[in-house]
């Protein structure tokens, strides 16, 4: 090891610990080499990244396995479907500067880092030009002077890549220019770490976000309540004791999720540790994604059986993003 790399903090090491050699997922999950050309294949596209304890939640011996299934490069990726596209909520239109994009009403999203600590299959940022739209702290002022001259915006959203995979100290120096922004009342972190990285939920990350002087609010993305374990639960109970408001939002994916009795469970252990569901999306249309895509009418239905067998404040909003609208779309049957 380097000497940066022994200036790692554990969570650091787990992060850059990653698995990302298809064999070595295939091998530890005591699976046959039939998957892995085509892993590869579509691993050249989108590499394959994920962290060991996620890997440690998935069933050996089961390719079905539903963590295992969102984060494996599957030959289904290669097949150019029609109706999906590379931006299919045509972002690059709401992209007033670099990282920032200003689509809703009162609110803002802002990228902070490129890279996840996982590379979701069915990611609609899998052909985001991450690169040339990563602000960096450079850039953060172009981002902050938009924010400060638009008085209409109250919460500032930090979203993906996963800003979690920031540093507590570039967390620090950006928080310390937004209290610059008095109309700023809410910071919103959309985050996939909690779940699959619990331990980046350090004491001192715990410090940082309890002396916001905004609002914290920490939207987690959790997919299958196989994903939830002592780890995750201990990391929300500390983010809960902090003050942070815990909530949740899902992607409807076939193969993974799509059973009401499976979407039922996630809410129930979602709540059980202190995590609001907030909603359940339709897959965007995305090219590469399309074998997880689950359609309108099955949608419906299962948002029906939740709401049938939840109470009301544990069924999630089921929704999908149109380009264009002021704001996410609840899926009704009628709507195209
Ligand atoms: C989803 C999203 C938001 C947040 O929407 P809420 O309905 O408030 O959760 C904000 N900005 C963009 C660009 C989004 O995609
Ligand atoms: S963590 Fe979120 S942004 Fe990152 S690959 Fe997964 S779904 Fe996409």
């Known amino acids: 090891m380097t000497s940066t790399a022994s200036k790692l903090t554990a969570w650091q ?4 610990q990653a698995i990302t050699d298809p064999q070595e997922l295939l091998n530890s999950l005591e699976l046959d080499s039939d998957w892995l050309e085509a892993a590869k294949s579509a691993a050249n596209v989108f590499p394959l990244n994920v ?10 011996g089961n390719a079905h396995d539903p963590l295992l299934r969102q984060i494996l490069p599957l030959g289904d990726e290669l097949q150019i479907v029609a109706g999906y596209s590379e931006d299919p909520l ?7 500067v670099p990282g920032l994009l200003h ?8 990228t902070l880092v490129g890279t996840c600590a996982v590379n979701c299959r069915y990611c609609f940022r899998r052909h985001f030009p991450y690169t040339d739209n990563n602000p960096g702290t450079e850039g953060w002022e172009r981002a902050l002077n938009y924010i400060a001259n638009h008085p209409s915006i109250h919460e500032v959203i930090l979203s993906g ?19 610059l922004i ?19 939920i350090t004491p001192e990350f715990i410090h940082w976000i309890s002396q916001l002087k905004q609002k914290p609010i920490l939207v987690t993305h959790c997919n299958h309540p196989q994903e939830i374990n002592a780890a995750v639960a201990e990391a929300a109970h500390l983010l809960t004791k902090a003050g942070v408001v815990l909530l949740n939002q899902t ?7 799509d059973a009401a009795e499976t979407l039922i469970a996630l809410s129930e252990s979602l709540f059980a540790i202190g995590i609001q569901p907030y909603y359940l999306h339709l897959l965007d249309k995305v090219q590469g994604a399309a074998h997880f895509d689950v359609d309108k009418e099955t ?33 009704e049957l009628y709507t195209v």
């Open 90 to 96: 045509q972002e690059a239109k709401y992209n007033p």
């Open 51 to 60: 962290p060991r304890g996620f890997v440690a939640r998935m069933q050996k």
């Open 13 to 16: 090491k787990a992060l850059v």
């Open 103 to 110: 689509k809703y009403q009162g609110r803002v999203l802002l």
């Open 161 to 179: 890549g996963d800003p979690l995979v920031a540093n507590d100290k570039t967390l620090q120096a950006f928080s310390d220019k937004l209290n």
């Open 299 to 331: 949608a419906v239905k299962l948002h029906e059986e939740l709401s049938q067998n939840l109470s009301g404040y544990l069924v999630p909003k089921l929704v999908y993003e149109q380009p264009g609208a002021p704001a996410k779309k609840p899926v």
């Open 182 to 200: 008095p109309h700023i009342k809410r910071l919103r972190i959309h985050s996939r770490i909690p779940i699959v990285l619990p331990e980046r």
């Open 251 to 257: 992607v409807l994916l076939k193969g993974v999720n």
